[in-house]
């Protein structure tokens, strides 16, 4: 996979394939990243890119020309691809979303800075992702955490190729609990079933407490979801074994 990230800090978003699963997939040949500097395209002498908005206000507002004509750039670089603005305005960026792009043969990446893009050049944008309802100084961090989420979907980019699908949120459910040696830890000991053998006794462990994460902690995820009668169970029981009150008749 290409990405191009469309950027006023290149050295900034260079980092995220410096370290980690980023950088062994770009070892590995499965992931090239570039950092576009969106200054490149300025037309101004002094490289500017900003400007004052209509209307009035506080803030500059990224100007129209040097961002388009740094996704022109990207696209005459890797090919037809996919454009990403990364702001408080977009879409939740989800699991769904992740691998929904990991797909893509290459994405570009805009990180919007200031007030944000004058609006004529989100023409060119094929859709906007949040990290969530809050504000950042840019789009930089986003476009890290989206190539950090999205190398780990890429084949042969992880060390198990089981372990993104297990992640949180792959099947809708945050994650169960993981545990390591040693088997006793100040005064804790490891769940006697993940010492048993039985795969399947673990795997059905597993789930019930991933079901009673989710319930625990989001239970809007548990909300969107249709459980099945297995699943059902595994969460009553989970409820039952931890002395907690009955959820809601709409989850169970």
């Given at each position: 996979m290409k990405i191009e990230i469309l950027t006023l800090f290149p050295e900034l978003v260079e980092q995220v394939v410096r370290f980690g699963i980023p950088r062994k997939a770009v070892e590995a040949?499965?992931?090239e990243l570039k950092a576009r500097d969106i200054r490149d395209y300025s037309e101004d002498r002094d490289r500017r890119v900003d400007d004052r908005p209509y209307g009035g206000g506080p803030g500059m507002v990224m100007e129209a020309e040097p961002l388009t004509a740094a996704i022109a750039a990207a696209k005459a670089a890797i090919g037809e691809a996919r454009v990403i603005g990364l702001s408080p305005q977009g879409?939740?960026?989800?699991?769904?979303?992740?691998?929904?792009?990991?797909?893509?043969?290459?994405?570009?990446?805009?990180?919007?800075?200031?007030?944000?893009?004058?609006?004529?050049?989100?023409?060119?944008?094929?859709?906007?992702?949040?990290?969530?309802?809050?504000?950042?100084?840019?789009?930089?961090?986003?476009?890290?955490?989206?190539?950090?989420?999205?190398?780990r979907w890429l084949p042969g980019a992880l060390g198990h190729e089981q372990s993104a699908p297990n992640d949180s949120f792959a099947s809708g459910l945050l994650d169960h609990p993981h545990y390591t040696r040693p088997e006793h830890w100040r005064g804790e000991a490891v769940p006697e079933v993940l010492l048993s053998g039985d795969h399947a006794k673990v795997a059905r462990w597993r789930l019930k407490q991933a079901l009673g994460a989710t319930w625990l902690k989001r239970p809007d995820l548990l909300a969107g979801l249709e459980l099945n009668k297995e699943q059902t169970r595994l969460?009553?029981?989970?409820?039952?074994?931890?002395?907690?009150?009955?959820?809601?008749?709409d989850v169970l």
């Open positions: 040949g499965i992931l879409e939740p960026l989800t699991q769904d979303w992740v691998r929904r792009l990991a797909l893509e043969p290459g994405l570009i990446l805009l990180c919007g800075r200031y007030e944000g893009p004058d609006e004529r050049a989100m023409r060119a944008v094929d859709v906007e992702l949040s990290l969530g309802d809050f504000v950042l100084s840019g789009g930089e961090l986003p476009a890290m955490a989206l190539v950090d989420a999205i190398a969460l009553r029981e989970f409820i039952a074994e931890a002395g907690l009150d009955s959820p809601d008749s």
